[in-house]
Nanobody, 127 residues
Framework: VQLQASGGGLVQDGGSLRLTCSAS????????MGWFRQAPGKEREFVAA????????YYADSVKGRFTISRDKANNRVYLQMNTLRPEDTALYYC?????????????????????WGQGTLVTVSS
């Protein structure tokens, strides 16, 4: 299983970015996918997820209404559209995939639910 995150960069406060996670080696449409982030000196935190086999999505309160996760099954990709970015969104962003099980909704927020991780892509929001 390989996950490749891309699309990070430097953006001004209030700007937008779209992150892309390209997946290979897994039955993409049947896996749950998530985005997490880790700022310097902080723990990794949940950002957004899309449940396996459905279009059900989950968001951290801090990004709700600003970020949108979506799945492109034809191209084995997951996107994270980030609008109205703030300096506190600055972090290394990781995409992750669940295994072949069927995690319950509440566990999509936990890093431990995801056995597969990509490398991070850095998002820097300047004030």
């Amino acid at each position: 299983v390989q996950l490749q995150a891309s699309g990070g960069g430097l953006v001004q406060d209030g700007g937008s970015l779209r992150l892309t996670c390209s997946a290979s080696g897994l039955p993409f449409s049947t896996y749950g996918m998530g985005w997490f982030r880790q700022a310097p000196g902080k723990e990794r935190e949940f950002v957004a997820a899309v449940r396996k086999g459905t279009s059900m999505t989950y968001y951290a309160d801090s990004v709700k209404g600003r970020f949108t996760i979506s799945r492109d099954k034809a191209n084995n990709r997951v996107y994270l559209q980030m609008n109205t970015l703030r300096p506190e969104d600055t972090a290394l962003y990781y995409c992750a995939a669940t295994g072949e099980g069927n995690p319950i909704s509440s566990t999509y927020y936990w890093p431990s639910t995801y056995p597969y991780w990509g490398q991070g892509t850095l998002v820097t929001v300047s004030s």
